[in-house]
């Protein structure tokens, strides 16, 4: 199979939900036909970047999740049969994004934020992260706001990456934030904010150091900033 042809069978695969050749998919009657595990592990053994497997087959087939979500084609179970292939993705893909990690560079905390369960992009940033060699420490999702401030406090942490993904709980960061300046803390840690809700302005707003589209400029800004 063609490098680009397996990338787009990965993404249609997230899309239909299909873990393992066996299931049958949203759009059913494709049990037999190879599906995430085995497309992904095709890949790596075609030697294809297991970051543009992220990017252009698991990022984008998400996106186009999200989409039909809101057009209610598809309801919350298909959102977490996608989600359970980016897992089950990112599960062959770690140890080949984690390859150079040597976690030198300074302590990373990161969590998505209270009230918010979406945890695959901060878990690809996790990953990236470790890759690049920061030392993570990942809270989870749906994290409260002091356990967060306790953490950074505990590990003496040098960035803390906050994740939300819904509108209504990305103002825990900045709820964050301020509990971060009223305990002496701000001062001491970069914070890096990401999520699709979230924005430059945002960040802005609420006193954050930056906000990232994804984990590869997360990755590059962090270049930037010393420990
Ligand atoms: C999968 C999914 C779910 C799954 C999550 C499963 C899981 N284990 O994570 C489930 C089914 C649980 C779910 C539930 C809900 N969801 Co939902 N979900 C999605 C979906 C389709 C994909 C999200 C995703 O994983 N994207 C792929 C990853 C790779 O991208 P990403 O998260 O954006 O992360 C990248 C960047 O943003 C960035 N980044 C992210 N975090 C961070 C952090 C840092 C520090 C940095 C530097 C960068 C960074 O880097 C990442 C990697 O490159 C989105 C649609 C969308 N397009 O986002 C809707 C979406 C986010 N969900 C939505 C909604 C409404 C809900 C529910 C409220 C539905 C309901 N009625 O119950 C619930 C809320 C549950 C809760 N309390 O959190 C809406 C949000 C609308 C809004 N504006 O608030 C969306 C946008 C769908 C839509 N279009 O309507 N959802």
Known sequence: ??????LEKIGFNVIQGRVEAEDEGFDEGLEGQPAVIQLVEEA???????????????????????????????LIP?????????????????PHLVKAGAGS???????????????????????????????VIDLGADVPTDQIIEAVKEHQAAFLGLSAL?????????EVIEKLTKKGLRSKVKVL?????????????????CHCKDAFEALDRLKGMAA
Do not use: W
């Open 166 to 174: 819904l509108t209504t709980t990305m103002r825990g960061m900045g």
């Open 105 to 135: 560079k300074g302590k990373f905390i990161i969590a998505t934020v209270a009230g918010d369960l979406h945890e695959i992009g901060k878990n690809i940033v996790a990953i990236m992260l470790k890759g690049g060699g920061y030392e």
């Open 78 to 94: 298909d959102m977490l049969a996608s989600a359970e292939c980016v897992g089950a993705a990112m599960d062959i893909l770690s």
């Open 44 to 74: 790596i053994a075609q030697g294809l970047d297991p970051r543009s497997i992220v990017l252009e087959g698991l990022t984008k087939a998400m996106d186009l999740v999200g989409k039909k979500f809101e057009r209610e084609d598809y």
């Open 1 to 6: 199979m063609r490098k680009q042809e397996l």
């Open 193 to 209: 904010i990401g999520g699709a809700p979230t924005s430059a302005e945002f960040a802005k707003e609420i006193g954050a150091d």
